[in-house]
């Protein structure tokens, strides 16, 4: 089975901190995503990458970043976090650029930004 | 933006019985997918509809598509309390936008 490893299930960061939050998965998959979900409001696409050193913009990527440079890793960067960016961070990824296949899920990181 | 919503938000039934949600979208899709997702934990894919699809089953989920409608609904026959959940309608185009997903409560 593919496995999606987010590095970590809960963080604390302080306001104006600049925050990693990695992701990690073992079956060559092409496509990675990093989703938000905020109560009410669903997942929300941050970003995503269909290749390494590829990245496109999804619905909400004021105030984040990514890096992608290698295949299997994907991160998501807060250049400076800020209360608003307190959520549940969700990495995904799939085989084939149109989805053709699920996606497959991390765990989630709970970040709380005080 | 988000692209599916889910109707109803919320949905409390008695073990054993059947439970239907429905998604709406706005625009042509090459698929549609359903998830469920536990308190606090990741999405777990269920299943896949495509576009030239109408009806797919899988266990006790079956799923419909109606593209001229733009929606999709999720069925669950003989319902258990493990199937408390979260279920969320994922709609793929280029990418994958999700809705705000249903509630699910099964009481014993």
């Known amino acids: 089975d593919v496995k999606v490893t987010q590095s970590s299930r809960y963080l604390v960061k302080r306001t104006g901190e600049k925050v990693f939050l990695e992701c990690v998965q073992d079956?060559?998959?092409?496509?990675m995503f990093w989703y938000r979900q905020d109560p009410g409001l669903g997942l929300r696409l941050i970003y995503f990458s269909y290749d390494v050193k590829m990245k496109e913009k999804g619905d909400i990527p004021e105030g984040y970043s990514v890096s992608r440079e290698k295949k299997e890793r994907f991160s998501l960067i807060l250049e400076s976090a800020s209360t608003n960016q307190t959520s549940m961070y969700l990495c995904a990824s799939s085989l084939w650029q149109e989805a053709n296949y699920g996606y497959t899920f991390g765990s989630g990181t709970r970040l709380t930004v005080v | 933006s988000q692209q599916g919503e889910e109707d109803p938000q919320a949905l409390s039934i008695q073990e054993g019985e059947n439970a239907t949600m429905n998604c709406s979208y706005k625009?042509?899709?090459?698929?549609l997918q359903w998830y469920r997702q536990n308190s606090g934990r990741g999405l777990v894919h269920l299943i896949l509809?495509?576009?030239?699809?109408r009806e797919k089953h899988s266990g006790r989920l079956r799923v419909t598509l109606d593209t001229s409608k733009k929606s999709s609904s999720l069925l669950i026959t003989a319902s258990r309390a493990a199937d408390t959940a979260s279920y969320f309608c994922a709609t793929v185009t280029h990418d994958m936008r999700f809705g705000a997903g249903t509630r699910l409560t099964v009481k014993p």
């Open positions: 509809i495509r576009s030239n699809e």
């Open positions: 625009t042509s899709i090459n698929n």
């Open positions: 079956m060559d998959h092409e496509n």
